[in-house]
C-alpha cells in the first residue's frame, strides 16, 4: 500500500498503539449514509428495501458522530451510490478536517458531474468500482457501458490531482488469466487495486456465483501466479491478506474491525450481516456476543473471505509477526504447495432469516416519524 506519508504514520501510530493495549478496536469506519443506488448489481442485496427506506439518509452531524463515537483513523463510504447523497462533499470536507482517511466508493456514473465538489489531498481517495474488464464488469453489473464510464472517470480524476484506486469484487466463474489482464491494465495506469471476493448477501438476486472457501483459494492462486506472486501489481490489501487468499493464513474473522454505520443504526455484528441495530457504537461493542459469529461458528459466515472481515486479523497479525509480512513482500505469496489448515464447518449453528424483521421495525419508525412531522405542520399551519 502507498499511502501518503502522513497518512501512513497516523493509521500506523494508532493501530500500533492499540495493538499494544489490547482490547477490541476499528480500524475503518463502514459507512452507508444512504441504500439508494443508480445501479441494480445482482450479487448485492444493498437495495433490495422498501422506497420508505431507500429514500432515507445520514445526515452529517449523523456522519461526524459515527467517526467520533469509534475513533477509527479511516472512513470507507459506500451505499447505494454516495454521490446521490447531496450533502457528500460537506461529509467529505469533516472527515478530512478530522485527520481521517477518507475512501469515496462510486460506480463512477455521477463523478463527473460531481468531481468538482471535490479537493484532491493526501487524506482522500476515489475509489472506482471496477469488477474486471469490460465483459466482466458490465456483467457483473448488469449494465452495458458501464466500463468505459469508470475508465473515463478514472482518467478524469487522475487528471486532476486525485488518488484513485479500484475496489475489484470477484464471483465464481472468473478467469484468473482475464483477472490478471485486468490487473495488468491497472498497473499501466498506475491505479491500485481493493481485491475481494464476493459474499453472498442472502436477499442479492444472483446466488448462484458466490465463491466456496476451496475455490477462492484455488482461483486466487491461479491470479497470483501471473503477477510474480502478486508482486506485479499494486494493492491497497496487505500483504498477508492476499497470502490468506491463496490459502497460506488459517485467519478468523475480525468482524469489529471494520464496523458499519448504515441508515439502520450501528450494524449487528458485521459490515456483511444485518442481524439488529443498535444506535451507538458502544451498544454494538459491548452488546454482541461476538463469539455466535464467523467462519465455524454460523452458517452464513461458511465462506466468507471477505477483506471487511479479514484484513483486521492480517493486520495484527503482521504487528505481532512482522517477519511474516517481510518474508511476503520479498518472495511474493506462495501460489503452490501445501494450504494452511482450515477452520471446521460442521459445528456451526444454522442460518437465521431475520431481514423482514428489522425492514418492519424501520418502517414502523419512519411512519411514526412521519406522523409526528404531519401532526407539527397541522398545529403550526
Not at 255 to 280: A, D, H, N
Amino acid at each position: 500500500m502507498t499511502l501518503p506519508v502522513q497518512v501512513l504514520a497516523r493509521i500506523g501510530g494508532y493501530t500500533v498503539k492499540n495493538h499494544i493495549k489490547g482490547g477490541k478496536y476499528p480500524l475503518v469506519l463502514m459507512l452507508e449514509p444512504l441504500l439508494r443506488c443508480n445501479l441494480a448489481c445482482p450479487g448485492c442485496g444493498k437495495i433490495d428495501y422498501p422506497d420508505a427506506i431507500l429514500n432515507q439518509r445520514l445526515s452529517f452531524e449523523q456522519c461526524m458522530d459515527a467517526i467520533d463515537e469509534c475513533g477509527a483513523p479511516a472512513v470507507s463510504i459506500a451505499g447505494g451510490e454516495p454521490l446521490l447523497h447531496r450533502d457528500m462533499p460537506r461529509i467529505v470536507e469533516g472527515y478530512i478536517a478530522k485527520k481521517k482517511f477518507v475512501i469515496l466508493c462510486t460506480n463512477a456514473l455521477l463523478l463527473k458531474k460531481k468531481i468538482d465538489d471535490y479537493a484532491p489531498s493526501p487524506f482522500f481517495t476515489w475509489s472506482i468500482h471496477l469488477d474486471g474488464d469490460k465483459g466482466m464488469h458490465d456483467h457483473a453489473v448488469d449494465q452495458e457501458g458501464t466500463y468505459e464510464v469508470a475508465i473515463g472517470a478514472i482518467e478524469l480524476a487522475k487528471a486532476k490531482g486525485f488518488r484513485v484506486q479500484v475496489n475489484c469484487t470477484v464471483f465464481d466463474g472468473a478467469d484468473p488469466a482475464r483477472l490478471a489482464a485486468f490487473f495488468d491494465e491497472m498497473e499501466k495506469r498506475d491505479v491500485e487495486i481493493t481485491i475481494s471476493p464476493g459474499y453472498a448477501y442472502e436477499r442479492a438476486p444472483d446466488q448462484e456465483h458466490f465463491l466456496t472457501r476451496e475455490r477462492t483459494k484455488n482461483f486466487f492462486r491461479d491470479v497470483f501466479r501471473k503477477g510474480d506472486g502478486g508482486k506485479a501489481w499494486t494493492f491497497t490489501n496487505s500483504p498477508l491478506f492476499l497470502d490468506f487468499l491463496a490459502g497460506n493464513q488459517t485467519y478468523a474473522c475480525t468482524p469489529w474491525s471494520m464496523p458499519l454505520r448504515t441508515v439502520f443504526g450501528w450494524q449487528k455484528p458485521c459490515y456483511l450481516i444485518g442481524e439488529g441495530y443498535v444506535q451507538t457504537f458502544a451498544e454494538l461493542m459491548e452488546g454482541t456476543d461476538w463469539d455466535q459469529f464467523g467462519v465455524g461458528k454460523y452458517e452464513k459466515c461458511a465462506d466468507c473471505m471477505v477483506h471487511c472481515g479479514f484484513e483486521g486479523t492480517a493486520a495484527s497479525d503482521a504487528i505481532a509477526r512482522p517477519w511474516k509480512l517481510a518474508k511476503i513482500a520479498l518472495q511474493g505469496i506462495r501460489t503452490d504447495g501445501r494450504m494452511a489448515p482450515d477452520i471446521d464447518l460442521s459445528q456451526a449453528r444454522p442460518a437465521q432469516d431475520v431481514f423482514s424483521s428489522h425492514v418492519e421495525r424501520e418502517l414502523a419508525i419512519i411512519r411514526q416519524e412521519q406522523g409526528d412531522a404531519s401532526k407539527h405542520v397541522k398545529r403550526t399551519a
